[in-house]
């Protein structure tokens, strides 16, 4: 399976934009780029996900390199409550239709004010 | 939010006893997962089912059994618990032509 390397941690001011960025030299052309969040004491939860083209969302925006080897996840005004571990995830689409989803460690997003 | 429950929540058990963990759903999705989160690692599935009746292994599958005899129930069962699988348990669902998956509140298991 084609791997993701993010920073362990980052930190934002409140009201500040964020980008997280995710590395993904060796993804394949099949893989889309998912990313989830994981509030404390929660299970994780969906934030977006794309495959070539930028996409965007009411939560956030993934901007994908025109390689598609990196991509960033934007918080355009972070708040408290983004505070959390931000996973990019691989999803490889020929994994038939259980969609199965590999997460690593995460970015744990600190937001102060 | 898709509707997930789990059940119970927290859980003590000693090692060798049998532990059913409960997932329910009220979104008739299709596809139900198990994960477990430990320190350092990320979510690792252990099981997964695409419908009634129909499960396969995930990549840590070993000394973990389910079943699924509903679509809104996924039952993990820890045969004979052992102390390395005190984890926090999540289970997760995802509807068909879906991308997403949803994750219910998790079930915190300690096996002394």
């Known amino acids: 399976d084609a791997k993701t390397t993010q920073p362990n941690s980052m930190e934002s001011n409140e009201e500040e934009p964020v980008h997280l960025p995710c590395n993904h030299s060796t993804i394949s052309g099949t893989d889309y780029i998912h990313w989830y969040r994981q509030l404390p004491s929660q299970g994780p939860e969906y934030v977006i996900h794309g495959l070539t083209s930028n996409v965007n969302n009411r939560m956030a925006s993934l901007a994908i390199a025109e390689d598609r080897k990196s991509s960033t996840l934007i918080l355009h005004r972070a708040t408290l409550r983004d505070a959390a571990v931000y996973y990019c995830i691989l999803r490889d689409a020929n994994t038939g239709t259980a969609s199965k989803l590999t997460f690593g460690t995460g970015t744990r997003l600190q937001v102060t004010l | 939010d898709a509707g997930i429950t789990q059940s119970p929540r927290h859980k003590v058990t000693e090692t060798g006893t049998p532990v059913t963990l409960r997932c329910h759903q009220t979104?008739?999705?299709?596809?139900m997962y198990w994960y477990r989160q430990d320190p350092g690692h990320g979510l690792r599935l252990i099981h997964y089912s695409y419908g009634v009746k129909d499960t396969d292994k995930g990549e840590v599958s070993d000394g973990y059994s389910v079943s699924r005899s509903k679509t809104e129930d996924f039952l993990l069962t820890l045969e004979s618990a052992t102390s390395s699988q005190t984890s926090v348990y999540f289970c997760?669902?995802?509807?068909?032509?879906?991308?997403?998956?949803?994750f219910g509140p998790g079930t915190r298991l300690t096996v002394t």
């Open positions: 979104e008739n999705h299709r596809y």
């Open positions: 997760a669902t995802r509807g068909a032509g879906a991308y997403e998956q949803y």
